[in-house]
């Protein structure tokens, strides 16, 4: 099984930034990937960012500018940053760790429950 663990969402105003957190513990060593998502209320879920195990990033066109994605690989735990910057309005959201992992039977997916971020003056 696999853990994920989210951390580091809060308040923050316009124009400041923030760094969240997901480790991810457990049966990792089929990692593929982590990466976040978001859902504001009246929108579908949408990747944000990602990063494989290799640590090659993945970036949405609107956050490519002000976000940062990346990875730190322990043999039992797994840790995965986002890094965002320059925060606006519309960035605010549930954010959700998402791991995907190999297994013998196939890829398979673990989300987070989620960190809210929400920007406002």
């Known amino acids: 099984q696999v853990q994920l663990m989210e951390s580091g969402g809060g308040l923050v105003q316009p124009g400041e930034s923030i760094t969240l957190r997901c480790a991810a513990s457990?049966?990792?060593?089929?990692?593929?990937?982590l990466g976040w998502y978001r859902q504001a209320p009246t929108n579908q879920r949408e990747l944000v960012a990602s990063?494989?195990?290799?640590?090659?990033?993945?970036?949405a066109k609107s956050v490519e500018d002000r976000f940062v994605v990346s990875i730190s690989r322990e043999w039992q735990k797994s840790m995965v940053y986002l890094r965002m910057r320059d925060l606006k309005a519309e960035d605010t959201a549930t954010y959700y760790c998402?791991?995907?992992?190999?297994?013998?039977?196939?890829?398979?997916?673990?989300w987070g429950r989620g960190t809210q971020v929400t920007v406002s003056s």
């Open positions: 998402r791991y995907v992992g190999l297994a013998t039977y196939g890829e398979f997916e673990v």
């Open positions: 990063i494989d195990g290799e640590g090659i990033p993945n970036y």
């Open positions: 457990g049966d990792i060593h089929g990692l593929r990937s």
